[in-house]
Protein backbone atom coordinates (compact mmCIF):
# COMPACT_ATOMS: atom_id res chain seq x y z
CA UNK A 1 0.00 0.00 0.00
CA UNK A 2 1.57 3.71 -0.90
CA UNK A 3 1.60 6.15 1.14
CA UNK A 4 2.68 9.49 1.35
CA UNK A 5 2.96 11.75 4.52
CA UNK A 6 3.16 14.92 5.01
CA UNK A 7 4.67 16.51 8.30
CA UNK A 8 5.73 20.26 9.62
CA UNK A 9 3.18 22.30 8.46
CA UNK A 10 1.96 24.77 11.24
CA UNK A 11 1.83 28.71 11.55
CA UNK A 12 4.55 31.26 10.71
CA UNK A 13 4.50 34.73 10.79
CA UNK A 14 5.40 36.51 6.97
CA UNK A 15 8.68 36.79 6.32
CA UNK A 16 9.95 33.79 7.90
CA UNK A 17 10.37 30.59 7.08
CA UNK A 18 9.16 26.78 7.28
CA UNK A 19 10.20 23.38 5.90
CA UNK A 20 7.37 20.65 5.09
CA UNK A 21 8.32 16.87 4.26
CA UNK A 22 7.23 13.88 2.67
CA UNK A 23 7.62 10.39 3.95
CA UNK A 24 6.77 7.79 1.01
CA UNK A 25 6.39 4.24 1.41
CA UNK A 26 4.97 1.07 -0.12
CA UNK A 27 6.54 2.45 -3.95
CA UNK A 28 9.97 2.74 -5.39
CA UNK A 29 10.53 6.17 -4.53
CA UNK A 30 13.36 6.87 -6.81
CA UNK A 31 10.96 5.97 -9.97
CA UNK A 32 8.89 8.77 -8.81
CA UNK A 33 8.78 12.08 -9.74
CA UNK A 34 7.88 14.25 -7.05
CA UNK A 35 5.93 17.19 -6.47
CA UNK A 36 4.64 19.78 -4.03
CA UNK A 37 0.55 21.14 -4.60
CA UNK A 38 -1.19 23.35 -2.31
CA UNK A 39 -4.84 24.92 -2.14
CA UNK A 40 -5.33 28.31 -0.22
CA UNK A 41 -8.54 29.05 1.28
CA UNK A 42 -11.76 29.85 -1.14
CA UNK A 43 -8.67 28.99 -4.22
CA UNK A 44 -7.84 26.02 -6.61
CA UNK A 45 -4.98 23.48 -6.34
CA UNK A 46 -2.07 24.80 -7.84
CA UNK A 47 1.38 23.14 -8.28
CA UNK A 48 4.04 24.87 -6.30
CA UNK A 49 7.21 22.84 -7.28
CA UNK A 50 8.28 19.85 -9.12
CA UNK A 51 11.36 17.57 -8.93
CA UNK A 52 12.38 15.09 -11.36
CA UNK A 53 13.19 11.32 -10.23
CA UNK A 54 17.08 11.74 -10.01
CA UNK A 55 16.48 14.97 -8.76
CA UNK A 56 18.39 16.38 -11.21
CA UNK A 57 15.59 18.60 -12.50
CA UNK A 58 13.06 20.71 -11.16
CA UNK A 59 9.97 22.99 -11.57
CA UNK A 60 9.15 25.99 -9.79
CA UNK A 61 5.62 28.16 -10.19
CA UNK A 62 6.58 32.03 -10.53
CA UNK A 63 4.74 33.02 -7.34
CA UNK A 64 7.39 30.92 -5.20
CA UNK A 65 10.63 30.82 -7.46
CA UNK A 66 13.60 32.39 -5.28
CA UNK A 67 11.61 31.90 -2.40
CA UNK A 68 11.12 28.03 -2.51
CA UNK A 69 13.26 24.99 -2.90
CA UNK A 70 12.60 21.54 -3.26
CA UNK A 71 14.91 18.10 -2.68
CA UNK A 72 14.64 14.35 -2.19
CA UNK A 73 16.76 12.24 -0.67
CA UNK A 74 16.13 8.83 -2.71
CA UNK A 75 17.72 6.93 0.16
CA UNK A 76 15.62 8.11 3.10
CA UNK A 77 12.19 7.97 0.15
CA UNK A 78 11.29 11.45 1.41
CA UNK A 79 10.83 14.84 -0.29
CA UNK A 80 11.11 18.39 1.14
CA UNK A 81 10.05 21.95 0.41
CA UNK A 82 12.25 24.69 2.31
CA UNK A 83 9.78 27.73 2.32
CA UNK A 84 11.39 31.08 2.73
CA UNK A 85 10.27 34.93 2.70
CA UNK A 86 6.69 33.31 3.47
CA UNK A 87 3.58 35.77 2.08
CA UNK A 88 0.06 35.50 3.79
CA UNK A 89 -1.03 34.28 0.22
CA UNK A 90 1.18 30.88 0.57
CA UNK A 91 -1.14 30.22 3.49
CA UNK A 92 -2.33 26.89 1.87
CA UNK A 93 -2.72 23.00 2.76
CA UNK A 94 0.03 21.84 0.92
CA UNK A 95 0.05 18.11 -0.57
CA UNK A 96 2.98 16.13 -1.87
CA UNK A 97 2.38 13.94 -4.91
CA UNK A 98 3.58 10.97 -6.94
CA UNK A 99 3.94 10.32 -10.56
CA UNK A 100 5.80 7.44 -12.11
CA UNK A 101 8.17 7.74 -14.41
CA UNK A 102 10.62 5.87 -16.92
CA UNK A 103 12.60 9.43 -17.45
CA UNK A 104 14.42 10.43 -14.80
CA UNK A 105 15.06 13.66 -15.78
CA UNK A 106 11.38 14.68 -16.29
CA UNK A 107 9.01 16.14 -14.41
CA UNK A 108 5.29 17.31 -14.37
CA UNK A 109 3.24 19.63 -13.36
CA UNK A 110 -0.34 18.87 -13.62
CA UNK A 111 -1.99 17.11 -11.22
CA UNK A 112 -4.29 14.76 -13.21
CA UNK A 113 -0.31 13.45 -14.11
CA UNK A 114 -0.61 11.98 -10.50
CA UNK A 115 -0.45 8.58 -9.20
CA UNK A 116 -0.52 9.24 -5.67
CA UNK A 117 -1.30 11.79 -3.16
CA UNK A 118 -0.70 12.80 0.48
CA UNK A 119 -3.21 14.20 3.02
CA UNK A 120 -1.59 17.37 3.48
CA UNK A 121 -0.22 19.45 5.74
CA UNK A 122 -1.87 23.26 6.57
CA UNK A 123 0.43 26.03 6.27
CA UNK A 124 -0.34 29.10 8.14
CA UNK A 125 1.25 32.43 7.40
CA UNK A 126 -0.26 35.52 9.49
CA UNK A 127 1.05 38.93 8.53
Known amino acids: QVQLVESGGGLVQAGGSLGVSCASS????????MNWFRQGPGKEREVVAAISSSGRTTYYAISVKGRFTIFRDNAKNTVSLQMNNLKPEDTAVYYC????????????????????WGKGTLVTVSS
Open 97 to 116: AARLTTNSNNYYVSDIDMNY
Open 26 to 33: GLTFSSYA
